[in-house]
């Protein structure tokens, strides 16, 4: 076909290098989520003089109330945290916690083989208002009815349904209406029309139960006097031991679930220090391992004994050496990751370098078809078959939001859980309950994610901050289940090893392993199958395929879900990215603002 020449100036040029998402800079702050009124929450907070932290809440509660489908907030929160009078990281723990009452023997003798998936017998306290709280308390500037405001507005006001609200697969409203119109009437209540019907795209949705749990956290923050901390830790009290914990077991009781009242009274949030591992002048922090992050700590460290660059982005020998340092490291969190106030994680072990290229060495030429855990206790390569306890398609219910600002707050939060398909919403509060016990074994006895009374599940939730010579570089996170953590090393390493501008990162093809066992109910997994966007090439899908990995294609823009926000630390300017993937896969509009 002949080519006719154009003297438009925006025809001129090639744009197939040219990201889908532009570019987004600012010199005050920068806000990353999963729903534009999310990041639109956050930048409204920083031009009322809020940090970074409290731009972060306020999109987070946001994002609870518009994407229901993935987050809400009787879910749970996982935050990282650097700011500018003590820039070492720190992490607030919003984890769901057990009740007392939950111990294999009573799931068994109630006749379950598993925790459910869904439903009272999976939930817990939920962690994510008292991780917000906390953070509030410790690096905010404005009051809970300051951060709560926008959410409260779209709550009682209204806000849009949107395409993935109504219909991701399996997760959105179209797929669960016809549970919510025979059993789950609280959820009928808010998300389905008078007649029963799906909303349209664009029908204005309305929460007024969660507005007014909202306004009345704030009430009690306000009744509180004194300083700013007292009102907060009013707010923490009205949740955990007022009338929403009330509303919370009242629900739970009448249907047979094992939460009570001295569940939450004894809650509290826990503040640890994250794990860390320097990769290419860069110290990656993640949470410790009551999540999955610490599997990508371990990945780089794998990795750090091979010259990636040299492999070629996304090449098939690139992607055969990520997939396979990755089943290690994935390997390693079936063995050995769980709650360390319940079980000892040998972590300084796992994440050093000298454990990293013992287990380097197993990579080679072919696929490995084994879940292959090293023997972290005594430094070795691999642990004896007979030792080892041991994915599903990437697991529900997550979204993600960064901000930074012109100070040097930098926060990464990973809210998730409570989402629709978790349970029936509590009517009286506007929310579900999480079903994050799912996520816990059983049996064997010693698995170290085996349920206990009081103990935090093991999660994929999994945020990610990264500093550069002491200061607050990058923060970054995704949806996604046990996918999150590749996807996030993928979108690292496009940015630290070949120099990709944070948006072209996000973009990249990408790619995601099967080969361990699932976090999330059923804990199923498929042995070296690799979901791949086709968009990485013909002659990369043929190398993978050549070198043993089973193939299983994907389409573009259904691999990611990437956030993040980088500081220029010469200049000061922050910059915003934000996946397509969330519009393209139909799952959330994903959008990312600064100024």
Request: contains cysteine; proline residues 7%; glycine residues 10%.
């Amino acid at each position: 076909m002949n080519k006719i020449p154009s003297n438009r100036s925006f025809r001129l040029k090639e744009t197939a290098s040219i990201t889908t998402h532009p570019r987004v800079f600012g010199h005050r702050g920068a806000v990353a989520s999963e729903h534009y009124l999310a990041s639109m929450a956050g930048i409204d907070m920083l031009k009322q003089g809020g940090t970074a932290i409290d731009a972060a809440i306020a999109a987070t509660l946001v994002e609870g109330v518009v994407n229901p489908h993935m987050h809400t907030i009787g879910g749970e929160l996982p935050i990282l945290v650097s700011s500018p009078d003590h820039p070492q990281v720190v992490c607030i723990n919003g984890n769901m916690v057990a009740p007392e009452a939950a111990t294999p023997e009573a799931y068994l003798d109630l006749g379950f083989e598993k925790i459910p998936p869904a439903g009272v017998f999976a939930a817990g306290v939920p962690g994510a208002m008292g991780a917000i709280l906390e953070a509030l308390k410790r690096y905010g500037r404005l009051s809970f009815a300051d951060v709560c405001a926008p959410a409260m507005d779209l709550a009682r006001n209204g806000f849009a349904m949107h395409a993935g609200l109504q219909r991701q697969y399996n997760f959105g409203v179209s797929d669960l209406a016809d549970l919510f119109r025979s059993e789950w009437h609280g959820s009928a209540a808010l998300y389905l029309l008078e007649d029963g019907s799906v909303p349209d795209e664009g029908t204005t949705l309305r929460n007024p139960a969660i507005a007014d749990m909202f306004e009345y956290l704030s009430r009690e923050e306000k009744a509180a006097g004194g300083n700013r901390e007292a009102g907060v830790r009013a707010a923490f009290n009205a949740f955990y031991r007022g009338d929403v914990a009330r509303e919370m077991v009242a629900f739970v009781t009448a249907r047979g679930g094992l939460l009570r009242r001295s569940d939450f009274d004894q809650f509290e949030v826990r503040i640890e220090e994250p794990v860390t591992v320097r990769f290419g002048g860069v110290d990656v922090y993640k949470c410790g391992p009551w999540n999955q992050g610490p599997a990508l700590l371990q990945t780089l460290s794998i990795l750090k004994n091979f010259d990636l660059k040299a492999l070629g982005h996304n090449s098939a020998d690139y992607i055969h050496v990520v997939v396979e340092a990755i089943k290690l490291a994935f390997a390693d969190r079936e063995q050995y990751y769980g709650d360390p106030a319940f079980v000892d994680v040998p972590m300084d072990m796992l994440l050093s370098d000298a454990y990293g290229a013992l287990r380097a060495a197993l990579i080679g030429p072919r696929a490995d078809h084994e879940v292959r855990p090293g023997d972290a206790w005594e430094g070795a390569a691999l642990l004896p078959v007979e030792d080892r306890i041991g994915g599903s398609l990437w697991g529900p219910g997550t979204v993600h939001v960064d901000a930074m600002d012109q100070e040097g707050y930098t926060a990464a939060f990973t809210p998730s859980g409570a989402y629709l398909k978790a349970h029936e919403v509590v009517p009286a509060l506007g929310f579900p309950l999480g079903a994050r016990l799912s996520n816990c074994r059983l049996t064997p006895s010693h698995h170290p994610n085996v349920i206990a009374p009081f103990k935090r599940p093991r999660t994929t939730i999994s945020p990610s901050l990264a500093m550069k010579d002491g200061k607050p570089w990058m923060a970054f996170g995704s949806m996604g289940g046990d996918q999150q953590d590749q996807w996030q090393i993928q979108f690292f390493l496009n940015r630290v090893v070949f120099d990709m501008p944070l948006q072209a990162a996000i973009e990249a093809p990408k790619f995601s392993s099967d080969h361990f066992p699932a976090l999330f109910h059923p804990h199923d997994f498929f042995l070296n199958r690799l979901r791949i966007e086709e968009s990485v090439g013909e002659a990369t899908l043929e190398g993978l395929e050549e070198r043993g990995h089973d193939l299983d294609v994907a389409p573009p823009w259904t691999e990611g879900f990437l956030c993040a926000a980088e500081r220029n630390l010469e200049t000061g300017i922050m910059e915003a990215g934000s996946d397509p993937r969330g519009t393209k896969a139909e799952v959330f509009p994903a959008y990312a603002l600064a100024i």
